[in-house]
C-alpha cells in the first residue's frame, strides 16, 4: 500500500519525505488554505512537487468543465508528478476524461459510495479518492466503499487506483490496507501514530536498561 501524506504544510512532507515515510502527497483547498500562508499557492506545490519523489495531487476550483480542464492543464504544468483532482460531479468526470486523454493523471476526489468510484474509473481516473472519515462521521461503515470498489475494480480489471482518503486514524489504514485500497493519504499525526506503540518503546527501555547492567558488570570483572 501506498502512503500519502494529506497536507501543504512543508515541514511536515520535508519530515516525512526525509524519512522515508510516504509515496507522494494529496493536497486540497482547504488544506492549501491553511498551510500555503501569504506564498502563492503554486510556489507552495512546485516545492512539494520537488520534496516528494511522487505523485502530488492539486485540486482544481472552477466547477464547470472547461474551467476545471484548464486549469488542470495549468496545474499539470507546475511539474512532472501533478496529479490534477477534481471533484466528483458530472463537469468533473467530462474534464476528467479529456485531461486523462491528454496524458494528464486525475484524482477524482468527494466519492462516497462505490458506483461513484466506478463512474470515475470510467472516466479514466488515475486514482479516485473515496472519504472514509466523512462517511464515519455521518454513521456510516465507511470501509465498504472499499470493499465494493475493490470487488468492482478487480472484475473488470480497470486499473484505476483506491486511494482511501478522509483518514482520521490508525486503524481506518489498516482495515483498508486489508481491504485492498491500493493507497491511503492521511494526516502527518496519523503518520506519525502508525510508528507507535508503547510496547516497542517499553521493550527498548528494557533492552537497553540490561545492556547498561552488562557494561557495568564486565567493567567489574576486568
Ligand atoms: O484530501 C481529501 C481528504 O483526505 C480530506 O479529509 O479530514 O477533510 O475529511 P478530511
Known amino acids: 500500500m501506498k502512503f500519502f501524506l494529506d497536507t501543504a504544510d512543508l515541514a511536515d512532507i520535508r519530515w516525512a519525505a526525509r524519512a522515508g515515510l510516504i509515496d507522494g502527497v494529496t493536497t486540497n483547498p482547504t488544506l492549501m488554505s491553511r498551510d500555503a500562508g501569504d506564498v502563492d499557492p503554486n510556489d507552495v506545490l512546485k516545492e512539494i512537487c520537488s520534496l516528494v519523489d ?6 482544481v476550483v472552477a466547477v464547470d468543465a472547461a474551467g476545471m480542464y484548464d486549469e488542470g492543464r495549468e496545474l499539470a504544468k507546475l511539474a512532472e508528478n501533478i496529479v490534477v483532482k477534481v471533484p466528483l460531479i458530472e463537469d468533473g468526470l467530462v474534464a476528467a476524461r479529456r485531461l ?13 459510495s462505490s458506483v461513484q ?16 472519515g466523512r462517511l464515519d462521521d455521518i454513521g456510516h461503515d465507511a470501509m465498504e466503499i472499499i470493499r465494493e470498489t475493490r470487488i468492482m475494480f478487480d472484475n473488470y480489471s480497470l486499473e484505476t487506483k483506491i486511494l482511501a482518503a478522509s483518514i482520521r486514524h490508525p486503524r481506518h489504514v489498516a482495515d483498508a490496507a486489508l481491504l485492498g485500497a491500493d493507497a491511503a493519504t ?13 510496547l516497542t518503546d517499553r521493550g527498548l527501555d528494557q533492552f537497553l536498561n540490561d545492556w547498561s547492567k552488562l557494561v557495568a558488570k564486565s567493567k567489574v570483572n576486568a
Open 54 to 59: 511522487g505523485p502530488v495531487s492539486a485540486e
Open 100 to 112: 486523462a486523454a491528454n496524458g494528464i493523471k486525475v484524482n477524482v476526489t468527494l466519492a462516497f
Open 117 to 132: 468510484c466506478l463512474v470515475a474509473a470510467k472516466a479514466g481516473a488515475t486514482y479516485v479518492s473515496p472519504f472514509l
Open 186 to 198: 492521511m494526516p502527518p499525526d496519523v503518520l506519525r501514530k502508525l510508528l507507535l506503540h508503547p
